[in-house]
């Protein structure tokens, strides 16, 4: 199974800490047991939300906000995807994530399984779904 893992703080401490090159080198050690492991397919840190947006749809139309994102409770500050073979391999291994205070008092990791294609075979006819599976696999190998 296939899962989103993401690194979570709060909006009012998100900037207050700066990555150290001790905090990177503990990173750069768990990213490489999770790659001798074979379960690492991606992952990447995101910047303060100050350099993003948010696109919001509501009933009377879109708008854009631009960051920071201080009012949220939570921020996305980064990201992997996991190939695990169950939601508790996935826990023990976000147990073993570094970390540092100095980002925020609080810091969690949220572990969300992907949809697979066979995921949607009860709602979607098997013409449409081939296409999605199609799509999906030249996306991949863009």
């Not at 960051?67 to 826990?91: D, H």
């Not at 994530?97 to 399984?113: H, K, M, N, V, W």
């Not at 995921?119 to 991949?140: I, M």
Request: hydrophobic share 40%.
């Amino acid at each position: 199974m296939r899962v989103m893992v993401m690194t979570k703080g709060t909006g009012a401490d998100e900037g207050k800490g700066q990555l150290s090159q001790e905090m990177f080198e503990r990173m750069q050690t768990y990213n490489e047991q999770l790659v001798k492991a074979g379960i690492l397919l991606a992952g990447e840190g995101l910047k303060p939300s100050s350099a993003g947006a948010q696109v919001v749809f509501a009933a009377g139309g879109t708008s854009v906000v631009d960051g920071p994102f201080t009012e949220s409770k939570e921020i996305i500050a980064g990201y992997w995807i996991w190939e695990v073979s169950s939601l508790a391999e996935a826990v023990e291994w976000a147990k073993r994530c570094p970390f540092d205070s100095r980002y925020g008092a609080t810091q969690s990791l949220e572990i969300r399984p992907l949809f697979d294609m066979a995921d949607f075979a009860e709602v979607v006819d098997t013409e449409t779904l081939g296409k999605a599976q199609r799509l999906h696999e030249r996306a991949e190998d863009a």
